[in-house]
């Protein structure tokens, strides 16, 4: 053993251990569906931490015996455009070994020609279950490894569950144990306390059971605090709210009392955060600013997107209104909210219970910007702007569905919380505006073909001006 630890990879020599990934990085990299830099060149990459998770024998090369475990966060430094975020830092678990048994070639990422792991193989650590059940130990037996920190709450964690990789993740990894747990790994990591980590810890400190409580998660303590993933009850036989919406529509089903049902889940989320965290009201300027700022990204969309052009001047008038107001005096009151609120961060369980996940708020902005409190509304336009998504996508269009839904989720909204969200129009509109403006933008650089959806919403909303 002693020789062992004596040969052990040299992982603080990043002087070493990063060039020699880099080749390989360069290419798997820009494969990976959560990695946000695609289509600019990778210029250099970094090392912010190394940490051997399992260690990395170099006795055992060529014996196809030894597995290692290497976390690293690695900064991938690319040329940016002035609204990009530079040099994004992305976490990684690179599975290390002699050689890859068949099963594992999917997940392989390539073999190392020189330094520390010269003559190995690295590939996707969380796609072998035991390196997956490794990381389910750690949380076992929380506390401090090399720049990670495990923590867990009050509850055991059960061990020797087997472990699977989900594949309809977007930004991120996760990890089902057993049927019994899901571990959320953050694939691209920000500064500071990930929301998802710290909004369903405040909700269940309040004691609200709308949103599975975080069981265990990690972190990096240099240069940290940084979350590094979150393990939370996997909600057995639950379905997303998506999936059942879009099987409504095909049936030619009623969605109206789950779409109340989802309005009473939001309200009870939406109390227990303004009770749990703090509640500002928006002062003049701060309202100011951020009828600004919805303004300016109108602007930056139809800059992107010319087809927004001619909607500029009529969607404005959702901005204006809500600046006028502002000025002359009246102060909404601000809380945290989920952020990016839509069909699919819902789960409905088997006897009808929904619950909301993924409090990572729209991954695209800056982390201070999603932590920010927000008028509650927002997370309602995300919802209302759902209905309308489902009820596109399905043929013939049944724009009849998404006004009942909507109805229904406002009623059972206000039913729950006492507050009406439509009894704010101005500002009900300014942020279904803004959340349309961003999925036109979405839509036109990522999935063209579903454009036409926001884009019908642009010319209903732009259409309340005249
Ligand atoms: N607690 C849970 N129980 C069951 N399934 C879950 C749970 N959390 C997430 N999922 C499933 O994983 C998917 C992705 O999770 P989510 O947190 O929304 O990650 P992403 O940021 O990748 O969208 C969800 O759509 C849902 O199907
Ligand atoms: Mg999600």
């Known amino acids: 053993?002693?020789?062992?630890?004596?040969?052990?990879?040299?992982?603080?020599?990043?002087?070493?251990?990063?060039?020699?990934?880099a080749p390989l990085l360069h290419e798997w990299l820009p494969r990976q569906r959560w990695f946000a830099g695609k289509g600019r060149p990778i210029t250099a990459f970094s090392l912010v931490s190394a940490t051997e998770m399992l260690p990395v024998d170099t006795c055992s090369v060529g014996a196809r015996t030894g597995t290692g475990l290497l976390h690293l966060l690695v900064r991938v430094h690319q040329p940016s455009m002035p609204a990009q975020s530079p040099d994004?830092?992305?976490?990684?678990?690179?599975?290390?070994?002699?050689?890859?048994?068949?099963?594992?070639?999917?997940?392989?990422i390539g073999h190392v020609a020189k330094g520390p792991l010269a003559g190995r193989t690295v590939y996707e650590g969380l796609h072998d279950p035991r390196l997956a059940e490794l990381l389910l130990e750690r949380f076992r037996t929380p506390g401090t490894l090399g720049a990670l920190r495990f923590d867990r709450g009050g509850t055991p964690i059960a061990a020797g569950l087997a472990p699977r990789v989900l594949d309809t993740e977007q930004s991120n990894t996760s990890l089902?144990?057993?049927?019994?747990?899901?571990?959320?790994?953050?694939?691209?990591?920000f500064p500071g306390t990930n929301p998802d980590l710290e909004l369903p810890l405040a909700l269940a400190r309040e004691g609200c059971g709308r949103v599975p409580a975080p069981v265990a998660w990690f972190e990096a303590t240099a240069p940290g605090p940084l979350t590094l993933g979150v393990l939370q009850p996997f909600l057995r036989g639950a379905e997303d709210g998506w999936q059942l919406a879009l099987r409504a529509l095909a049936s030619g089903h009623d969605f109206t009392v789950e779409a109340h049902a989802l309005g009473r889940a939001t309200a009870e989320?939406?109390?227990a955060l303004a009770t749990a965290l703090p509640t500002p009201a928006l002062r003049r300027s701060q309202t100011e600013h951020l009828a600004a700022a919805m303004v300016q990204r109108l602007e930056a969309a139809a800059q992107a997107v010319p087809a927004l052009m001619p909607y500029v001047p009529g969607l404005r008038t959702a901005f204006d209104a809500v600046a006028a107001l502002g000025h002359r005096g009246h102060n909404w009151v601000t809380q945290r909210v989920h952020g990016d609120l839509h069909l699919g961060q819902t789960l409905r369980a088997a006897d009808g219970f929904w619950s909301l996940i993924d409090f990572e708020g729209e991954p695209a902005r800056p982390l201070p910007e999603r932590r920010?409190?927000?008028?509650?509304?927002?997370?309602?336009?995300?919802?209302?702007?759902?209905?309308?998504?489902?009820?596109?996508?399905?043929?013939?269009?049944?724009?009849?569905?998404?006004?009942?839904?909507?109805?229904?989720?406002?009623?059972?909204?206000?039913?729950?919380?006492?507050?009406?969200?439509?009894?704010?129009?101005?500002?009900?509109?300014?942020?279904e505006t803004d959340k349309a403006v961003y999925e036109v933008l979405?839509?036109?650089?990522?999935?063209?073909?579903?454009?036409?959806v926001p884009m019908a919403a642009i010319q209903r909303l732009a259409a309340v001006a005249r």
């Open 1 to 21: 053993m002693s020789e062992a630890a004596s040969t052990r990879v040299a992982l603080a020599d990043s002087t070493t251990l990063l060039p020699s990934l």
């Open 372 to 431: 920010r409190p927000q008028p509650p509304v927002r997370d309602i336009a995300g919802m209302l702007r759902s209905f309308d998504y489902a009820a596109r996508s399905h043929r013939p269009w049944n724009a009849e569905w998404a006004a009942h839904c909507r109805t229904a989720y406002c009623e059972g909204y206000a039913k729950a919380s006492g507050v009406d969200p439509r009894s704010e129009p101005e500002l009900l509109r300014a942020h």
């Open 269 to 271: 989320v939406h109390t």
């Open 442 to 452: 979405y839509e036109a650089r990522h999935r063209p073909d579903w454009l036409p």
């Open 88 to 108: 994004d830092c992305y976490q990684l678990l690179l599975g290390v070994r002699s050689a890859l048994p068949p099963r594992l070639a999917p997940a392989l």
């Open 176 to 189: 089902v144990y057993g049927n019994a747990y899901i571990l959320k790994i953050f694939r691209r990591i």
